[in-house]
């Protein structure tokens, strides 16, 4: 059975990489958690969240605690005893229900990450995850950073914590188009029926274009061929982008619509116009190191070579 929907086995077609990308989808998906990626979760101090918010809206989110808030119950069952911050943009829809969630656990200091795509319920100290398909993902394009600070307690914020920072807007400021032409990675949600896919996206400063204050471009560069995001794009549009300010922990989450522009030479890109903007200052309490560079990050510009 092919694990992939119209949008991605269209993509994959029109990038010629089908045979493959069947390939990889057939040793690659798996229902639960290997023991490995269960130990992976728990060392973690950090969780990207993507799903649709009560209005349909794509969003991602950062989950932080300190390492050990994340813990497999069962290879199929996660237990995250924590929650996304008050007022962030899925904070109704993680806390009423039953909500289909894509997730990315990346942790910057082994340049690893893994997927985890399931439905979330709201639990006394955070969610419950179950999982429905999880996947590792190569380190291509991932930054090395070392941890410098995490927090004490879950990335929540406990009762006495000053009110979060929270400015909300549809159009970037200059200092936002700054921080984005400056960021080295982004995260994205995208959405299809029946799928919610997390990603990450990596590469040089400036790999990332702004394009004007509600529209972004960014080069779609080789990676697995199994297209689960741009399929998602093809057949719906829907995505939210979370840009992290690794030294402040500063976030900002943008939701809107992408679209995939493919060129004759077989390159792509991605542009993604604005519906809302919510930064929030020093939303993480984490902090990390500058970055050592990934190995794989082309030049910036939008010829990132072929298959």
Known sequence: ?????????????????????AYVGSVAFSTSLFPMFGQFLAMQPMLVIGAEDADGQAWCSLITGRPGFMKADSPDVIQIQANV????????ALGSGSTMVGTTAI????RRRIRVNG?????????????????????????????LEVPDESGT????????????????TGLQQSFIRAADTFFMTTVAPGDVEASHRGGNPGFVEVVSPTSL??????????????????IDGRA???????????TIQLTGRARTTFSEDGTRSVGFDIAQI???????????SEPMFSPSNPPVSCSPGRY
């Not at 406990?158 to 549809?170: G, I, K």
């Not at 939210?240 to 500063?250: A, I």
């Open 278 to 288: 919510v930064e929030v200052v020093a939303a993480s309490r984490l902090r990390w």
């Open 157 to 172: 914020s406990p009762p006495e914590a000053p009110a979060l920072d929270v400015r909300r807007s549809t159009r970037l």
């Open 119 to 147: 439905t979330a319920t709201p639990s006394t100290h955070g969610l419950t995850i179950h999982t429905e398909r999880v996947f590792g993902n190569c380190p291509k394009y991932l930054q090395r950073r070392e941890l």
């Open 240 to 250: 939210g982008l979370l840009f992290v300010d690794w030294s402040t922990g500063t």
């Open 217 to 234: 471009r960014w080069c779609d560069y080789p990676g697995n061929t199994m297209f689960l995001s741009l399929g998602n794009i093809e």
């Open 107 to 110: 942790d910057p200091r082994l």
């Open 1 to 21: 059975m092919n694990p992939y929907h119209s949008g991605a086995l269209a993509v994959q077609a029109r990038a010629g990489v089908s045979q493959r990308a």
């Open 85 to 92: 911050l008050p007022d962030d943009p899925l904070e109704i």
